[in-house]
């Protein structure tokens, strides 16, 4: 006798860049356990070329295969797709996102969600009048990893109260090197190390800090340090203070150099957890010294990238008529993209968006 | 053939406290390599029995033991003493140091040297009239340790340009279990942990960032966030950019939590430095990860905690008859308090000897 069928949902993907090519990795993987089936139908990428270089690199020859539009708009039409995925530079986020709600699609929408608290808002209003799904794809978030730290804090409360945290995400990427073209050095791009490597710092004091998410979540007071270079940050410094329970974040992002292995330390009255791992996006073990007790280290090994943990999420969401996600609220969304326009106001990075 | 004798130089000793008694051991250690013999001389101590217990459990029964008087004035007064090591509380350093002076005595005074830079311009005011050293016994700089980590940096280059580093001073005190006029927690006694801990960051970063100190060396922007309880920090974090370099110092100090091993880290174009120990101001280890090189540790192991080193330092300056040292000059006290006095306005802490 079969099982039950699984419950099917289908995605259109904008883009081909890089973290479009491991989000369709993660979710063509085969996973039995797998809660649902994700089916990719529709890719919308800026040439025929591309398109088909992305599919033929991803799927296997009985792997069932997306339909390849060279515009974005006919995505947004297609009635074989649920959700949109929108894998494309930061900068056209915003139009893509309200382009796909006017047309009914739900949408999941890569991190920075826009590139400033009044997109923002522009899109969750979008969304919320248009009664379609939107999130934006913080998808550590959704690590078991992170799951069980929160619990190991906030539930066990294994190191006590919290008092001060330490998170690093630096990539020696020898910016200087880079075209003045390129993503990360072009400030009409977006550039700049805050929207890309910042957002992970900030998701794991969003996490570690606090309990809540959203608009249940306390705003602390930022204090913020920019080292600028042609108008874009090259390296963030960004402390997070919680006056109601002294709590406190030392969040650092650079383009300059690479993090060491133990890119997060927590500390609290009854010890300390470090997290490790090769970058802030790529946690694979915690370290619990825990006082009077032997040190105690978790190992979290997973397939792929893990896209697929938010991916099931939303597609959890989705079947279940939700509008927004439990982990990673639409609140949530702002309160981390107006700590970053508060970083960048400070610091003096204006993006010509913040002008309009 | 005898030796030529080795050039003596006599101490009077201020405070029979923690720093004191680690000095005053340190220096009558056997050390046949010793470039100058150290003789304490005088004590001076609030009290009888506490001048005779720090005698008693620091010299031997063969050692020249001091004289031990029950004022400090005497000390300043005694003709056997050449210069004055100033080991009491803080708040009490300039009015020593300014005596001590006054009666023409050459002065290592404890760091902080004072509690704002106004109490130190007026010290090393005096010095320059009555023609005597000064110096703020920022004992660490004078750790081979830290020279060889000037010389890698600086000199061999080992990292290339250096971009970012992190310092952290962290102890786990538990301040809110000390009576309220112990020393750390009381304002009134210059207590917090900037003027006590965060000194050694702040050390760390004028030598690694900086290969030039006093007023040869850069000013840096600062930027900072302190979490203060009852009047006093308890938890700070401060931001050093130096715009010129683009090189960036995260430094941070604690009285909530104790520092992991790996309590300084470096990085340039060329690698990363890690230096560790149980505490920035027990630094033991230096390992270099130069790019494409083998990771190279090197050991510093050193008997007692090494306070002679600074000490060998100034019994050569006053024998050779200068006023202030190279490594640790008076216009670099000035500019690390005028850090601290701007971290301290922008947190918020006040010591009543900042309105006299």
Redesign the interface.
Known sequence: MAANPKQTIRWGILGTGWVSTSFVKDLVLSRPSAPVEHLITALGTSSEVKGSGFVNSIFTSNQSRPTIYTDYKSVYADSNVDVVYIGTPHVFHKESCLAAIAAGKHVLCEKPMAINEREVNEMIAAAKEKGVFLMEAVWTRFFPLVLELQRLLHKEKVIGDI??M?C?F?LDINVASLPSTHRLRNLELGGGALLDLGVYPLMFSSVVLDEHVGFRASDP?V???L?V?DGVD??D?I?L?YPEN?R?A?L?A?M???S?E?FL?I???GG?I?VSGPAASVPKMITISAKGEEEKVLDFEHEGMGFYFEADAVAADILAGRKEDGIMPLAESVRIIRIMDEVRKVGGVVYSQDSV
């Open positions: 008092s001060r330490f690093d630096g007071e204090t913020s340090s080292l270079v090259y390296d410094v402390v203070k002294g406190m030392v650092t650079s300059r150099g690479k060491g133990n330390r500390e609290g009255t300390t470090v």
